[in-house]
């Protein structure tokens, strides 16, 4: 073999710092409507990933070792396929400088808030650059790494919250319609889950034999992880700072801490952001420049990453005006993606279904 | 060579862009250990206690100054520092903010809160007292007992209180501003003055301010404060004296005191009908004997049976007292009797959730107290 590829380990890793990478964002938009329900609502949107998931594992069985543009392009000939590339490439490049600008955010406000947000921006986005020039195995590697070290943060803070845990908040359970469990799951199932369509963009570097079942392991282990996160997050802060404060998770671990000796572990919370968000934007760039390389004709997709981060630099500050427009945008955008991150994958499971008998598949 | 050139542009690059923008050595930031606000013609007076490096020698406590500044609202009058002060208020170690009580109770607290749990800076574990005295300045103007800052002191006065005497109930600012987000539940920060000790005047704990909505309308005293929370499961704590009058024969009564191990109370919805909410508190209360006044009769399992009965028909009493007292005087809902609800009937919730406020100050509060006695210390 001369490719380097990831194998089924490592992706199960970057799967699971890929949907953390958002745990920012989610932190806020589940709860604007069903306070204490959140945890339920947030179950509940990981039984919806499921049958994507499926769809995806089904898709990269039939493909091993394609990305999505190659996929497409063998389905749909190449007008269509040009077209729905594009269409694509347009979605990840805003959702991914949506990415970067949240984590900027992020940053700016909780710690470095004099300075400005480009900079910020910048040195995300070299790590990033950085990381997809070199070869997958490091990315892999690197997201090993800091899997490693966030479950040992998660798990101090989850230790040290018991002290305060404040059970009495959860209180009273599915107070809620259902109505808005399920609305509020959708959005949750929208924004952070379903842009796992992503990861498909890289999938030609995956090596593994049951794709289905390692996305499976993948978003089965973030979904106890993020609920035990917000379940932490309710008991510990309440529902009404919870429903205001931007990033509660930064908000409830300021609270923790251990007698006199240690305190500030919100250090911790920032390390784990920071570092999933620089593994979610990595794959948003690779996806990214191997597209854009797909539709150039260029076989290296290494000499389009450069161009295609300035990009999404570039966008970046015209996006939102300030933060609270950041937010109240997210369940917006959430409707929008849908004909990309749900009926795309959908399209390609029937087409693959209807092709089946004509052996497309195996052209090279 | 031109790898050469781009390594030199590299490294000067990363030696001029890099570094913090945010970076502040110790030596030039004025760290404020707690704040005091007061108003004064409209505009709001702060007082800061700042941590005094310069004028403390080697080897001795830190010692404190105070700072004033005024402005229109909180955060000018933060900035208005800067004018006095050589550094910027460094504000993540206050431990303490003191409101006078007339701010509290013309203006509400609400734009107090509002920019302590804004500012990044600013720890959400802060604590907030309420001043008894006429200004919030004067509690910072007295010396600390058991450290040279008086806003440490404060703070570990309120934060210990529960665990030892129970008379007032620490509150973070984190959980003052989920309370006053609620429209179940009511306020209630301790409240702090000051006595003469050994000639000199001290902070003390005084009772519990109370609050409806975000303005204060009453006091709770540190006897009534022991009961309001030993009503609402927050005591932890703390001793009770009751008068007794068993084993004397001449029919004297004397007093004794029964430290508090662990204390367990629930409130429980029980009925509705037409006008009248029935709630029921059920208190029960673990003790040991710390006090005994008679040495000639020894005390025995009968005369504790007695004295538990006694001591539990005592916490009754005076736990349905201040519950009229909170009831009628102040006609708010500090006990959370409307969360209490909310969290365990959500259905009667919904049906009463507009008449509440109507019923409040008649409700029915059913108190069952029990008291059991299950040590009396070293002797019998």
Not at chain 2, 128 to 152: D, H, M, Y
């Given at each position: ?160 919250s018991?002290?305060i ?71 510990v802060i ?13 908000q409830a671990t300021r609270i923790l801490q ?7 572990v919100e ?98 | ?122 720890r959400e574990t ?46 973070p600012?984190y ?206």
């Amino acid at each position: 073999m001369n490719k380097q590829l990831l194998t089924e380990k490592q992706i199960i890793v970057l799967i699971i710092l890929f949907l953390f990478g958002s745990s920012v964002v989610i932190g806020i938009d589940i709860n604007s409507e069903i306070g204490q329900d959140a945890w339920i609502s947030l179950i509940l949107s990981f039984v919806f990933n499921i049958p994507l998931v499926l769809i995806f594992g089904y898709i990269i069985n039939k493909f091993p070792q394609k990305n999505i543009y190659q996929i497409i392009d063998i389905l749909f000939g190449k007008l269509t396929a040009k077209i729905l590339i594009s269409l694509f490439l347009i979605h990840i490049l805003y959702l991914g400088s949506i990415v970067l600008r949240n984590f900027s955010e992020y940053v700016e406000i909780t710690t470095l808030s004099e300075t400005p947000l480009l900079p910020i921006m910048m040195s995300l986005i070299l790590i990033s650059v950085y990381l997809s020039k070199s070869k997958i195995k490091t990315l892999g590697i690197f997201g090993n790494i800091v899997l490693a070290i966030l479950l040992v943060t998660i798990s101090i803070t989850l230790i040290l919250s018991f002290s305060i845990f404040k059970f009495d908040n959860i209180k009273p359970i599915l107070n809620h319609s259902i109505n808005s469990i399920f609305k509020s799951s959708f959005k949750v199932f929208m924004l952070p889950f379903s842009e796992l369509i992503v990861m498909l963009g890289i999938a030609d570097l995956f090596d593994f034999k049951n794709p289905s079942k390692t996305y499976l392991k993948g978003i089965i282990f973030t979904g106890i992880i993020l609920d035990l996160i917000l379940i932490r997050n309710i008991t510990v802060i309440g529902i009404p700072l919870l429903k205001d404060s931007f990033f509660a998770s930064y908000q409830a671990t300021r609270i923790l801490q251990l007698g006199e000796f240690l305190t500030r572990v919100e250090g911790l919370i920032t390390i784990n952001f920071v570092l999933a968000g620089i593994v979610k934007i990595t794959i948003f760039i690779i996806s990214l420049s191997k597209g854009v390389a797909y539709l150039t004709k260029n076989k290296d997709y290494t000499k389009t990453i450069f161009p295609v981060s300035l990009l999404m630099l570039g966008i970046c500050p015209f996006l939102f005006d300030n933060v609270v427009d950041l937010f109240d945008f997210a369940p917006i955008f959430g409707i929008y993606a849908i004909p990309i991150q749900v009926i795309l994958p959908i399209i390609i499971f029937l087409f693959c279904i209807l092709k089946k008998e004509k052996k497309l598949i195996y052209l090279d | 060579m031109r790898k050469k050139t781009l390594l030199i542009i590299t490294f000067i690059i990363c030696f001029l862009s890099t570094g913090c923008w945010n970076y502040i050595g110790l030596n030039e930031m004025t760290v404020v250990a707690g704040v005091a606000i007061d108003k004064v013609n409209n505009e709001y007076l702060l007082s800061y206690e700042i941590y005094d490096l310069q004028s403390t020698p080697q080897g001795y406590p830190i010692v404190s100054q105070i700072v004033q500044s005024k402005g229109k609202t909180i955060f000018d009058a933060v900035r208005n520092a800067k004018k006095r002060v050589s550094n910027k208020m460094y504000f993540s170690d206050a431990r303490i903010i003191i409101v006078s009580n007339q701010i509290a109770k013309e203006d509400g607290i609400n734009s107090i809160i509002n920019w302590f749990t804004r500012d990044p800076e600013v720890r959400e574990t802060l604590q907030i007292v309420i001043s008894k005295e006429n200004s919030a300045l004067e509690l910072l103007k007295v010396n600390g007992l058991t450290s040279t800052i008086v806003s440490n002191d404060i703070k570990t006065i309120v934060e210990k209180d529960e665990k030892v005497t129970s008379s007032t109930e620490a509150v973070p600012i984190y959980q003052i501003y989920n309370i006053l987000s609620n429209k179940n539940m009511s306020l209630t920060l301790p409240l702090i003055h000051l006595v003469k000790n050994n000639d000199q005047y001290v902070c003390e704990t005084n009772g519990i301010a109370v609050f409806k909505n975000d303005k204060l309308i009453g006091y709770l005293s540190s006897e009534e404060s022991k009961y309001y929370l030993l009503a609402k499961n927050k005591l932890k704590g703390g001793i009770i004296t009751i008068n007794t009058k068993i084993k004397t024969a001449d029919k004297n009564s004397f007093n004794i005191s029964l430290e508090i191990k662990s204390n367990s109370s629930k409130i429980k919805y029980v009925s509705f009908d037409q006008k009248n909410l029935k709630i029921k508190l059920i208190t029960n209360t673990e003790v040991t004997l710390g006090e005994y006044k008679d040495q000639n009769n020894k005390i025995n399992d009968k005369d504790l049976t007695k004295l538990e009965k006694e001591a539990s028909q005592y916490i009754k009493k005076q736990i349905e007292k201040v519950i009229k007292k909170i009831q009628y005087d102040f006609n708010t809902d500090i006990l959370g009797l409307k969360e209490v609800l909310y969290k365990n009937n959500p259905k009667q919730y919904k049906k009463l959730n507009n008449k509440f406020d109507k019923l409040y100050k008649n409700i029915d509060v059913e108190v069952d107290s029990k008291v059991e006695i299950f040590n009396t210390g070293f002797t019998r």
